[in-house]
């Protein structure tokens, strides 16, 4: 098992930038594929981004693609998220996990595990 932490969310205006961090304790990931999610008041979680864990394949939902980059640091137990031009839309509680399959992409919750608390994006109009 092991324990993620998101942290570098806040409030943006409409078209700005934040880059969210996901960082783990106990037993490292540096194995795994890892993926962030965002979920919305009222609206289920839905996929982000994901990353294998080679690094070198990555797989974006068609609403942030070209505007979010998700990457691993070189310690390989941190996630990232850089969100550019980010929207309105893109308001939600975004939550970082470890893909259970370190190659094959899934872009559901149910292949993901040792889920993160959340940390909270609101960017205003």
């Known amino acids: 098992q092991v324990q993620l932490v998101e942290s570098g969310g806040g409030l943006v205006q409409a078209g700005g930038s934040l880059r969210l961090s996901c960082a783990a304790s106990?037993?490292?990931?540096?194995?795994?594929?890892m993926g962030w999610f965002r979920q919305a008041p009222g609206k289920e979680r839905e996929f982000v981004a994901t990353?294998?864990?080679?690094?070198?394949?990555?797989h974006y939902a068609d609403s942030v693609k070209g505007r979010f980059t998700i990457s691993r640091g070189d310690a390989k137990n941190t996630v990232y998220l850089q969100m550019n031009s980010l929207k309105p839309e893109d308001t939600a509680v975004y939550y970082c996990?470890?893909?259970?399959?370190?190659?094959?992409?899934?872009?559901?919750?149910?292949?993901?595990?040792?889920w993160g608390q959340g940390t909270q994006v609101t960017v205003s109009s």
């Open positions: 996990a470890r893909r259970k399959n370190p190659v094959v992409v899934t872009t559901t919750p149910g292949g993901f595990d040792s």
């Open positions: 106990g037993r490292t990931f540096s194995s795994y594929a």
């Open positions: 990353i294998n864990w080679s690094g070198g394949g990555t």
